[in-house]
Nanobody, 121 residues
């Protein structure tokens, strides 16, 4: 059973930093794209950043220059370093991975359960 588990969320003051981690585990043949999305109360889920296995990173304009996405392929882990956090960054952050399970040939998206990030004074 494939699982994505996020960690690292919490409460931080404006201007502070957090580092999110997401580990994919359980019967994975290969992982292509990985990324982070977020959903604030009353808003739709939006893209934060993506990082293909062998391509260029992509960031939402709202986080560009402040957030950095990276991955460790050996550990099936993707990270999101968040600096200069703003109150508008407050949201539940979800990890996403496009992968092929070891038991099949079809690729699909998997999602984590989310981790809360709250930026407040």
């Amino acid at each position: 059973q494939v699982q994505l588990v996020e960690s690292g969320g919490g409460l931080v003051q404006p201007g502070g930093s957090l580092r999110l981690s997401c580990v994919a585990s359980g019967g994975i043949f290969s992982i292509d794209d990985m990324g982070w999305y977020r959903q604030a109360p009353g808003k739709q889920r939006e893209l934060v950043a993506t990082i293909p296995s062998g391509g260029f990173t992509n960031y939402a304009d709202s986080v560009k220059g402040r957030f950095t996405i990276s991955r460790d392929n050996a550990k099936n882990t993707v990270y999101l370093q968040m600096n200069s956090l703003k109150p508008e960054d407050t949201a539940v952050y979800y990890c996403n991975a496009h992968l092929r399970p070891s038991y099949g040939i079809m690729w699909r998206d998997y999602w984590g359960q989310g981790t809360q990030v709250t930026v407040s004074s």
